[in-house]
């Protein structure tokens, strides 16, 4: 029986949890498929008030299917899936509800952008580095990911080690360069990934319609960018 790349499970409290349970959860276009699948259950369910976002044994992700990328057959598909997953980010990056990246093991690359696309960071601080190694692929970001990137991480030398140097960070490391919002013991980054969303909504959460309109405003620059592709390197 083959695993669903994405699912998602609505708890108590009126969280939920979407979970990566693909392995190294590779992401491609069935990946895609499935995590705006979850996306659309999230936003059709009014009692949910947040969301965890986690992966399974030792990687939270870990980037781009650069196997699938590099299939003969798979060559005119590239562009739209490249557009698609940019897509993808901007929608979590403004979804209408907190999201909390559970960085349960390593977290590479294009797996870090999706971590970065949250509002919140718990990460594994026994296993697992956060790492944006394109220049070690010799791979360049699209203006869009770019953009992104430079809205959610501190300008000067985390930017330099994290995209110039492409710098493997520990949980304790991110946390210390403003990545990541807490380093927790392997058994406790999604227990406390609940518990932070929790602290943050509070006993009437956050309205749908404000939240998307205030991420809207204070990530316009992001959005206003192109999700066009044309290359990696």
Sequence with gaps: MVTTAVTVSFLEQSIAVLRMQRGENRINPEFLRAYNG??????????????????????????????????????????TFMEDFQKLLARILIFPLPTVAAIS??????????????????????????????????????????????????????????????????????????????SMPAVLVEQESRRLLLSWLGKDGYSRESLLNMKRDVYSDVLNTSTKFNSLV
């Design 38 to 79: 979850c996306l659309d259950k999230l936003e059709s369910a009014p009692g949910c008030k947040g969301v965890v976002t986690t992966g399974e044994g030792k990687f939270f992700s870990n980037g781009i299917d650069l196997d699938w990328m590099g299939k003969e057959e798979n060559a005119e598909k590239v562009p």
């Design 105 to 182: 093991g390593h977290c590479y690359a294009g797996g870090a952008v999706l971590a970065l696309a949250h509002d919140l960071r718990v990460m594994n601080s026994q296993r697992g580095w956060m790492c944006l190694n394109e220049i070690h692929r010799n791979l360049r970001f699209s203006p869009f990911l770019l953009s992104l990137l430079r809205m959610k991480m501190n300008p000067g030398q985390t930017l330099n080690r994290a995209l110039v140097l492409g710098q493997r960070f520990t949980a304790e490391e991110a946390v210390s360069a403003g990545l990541v919002d807490k």
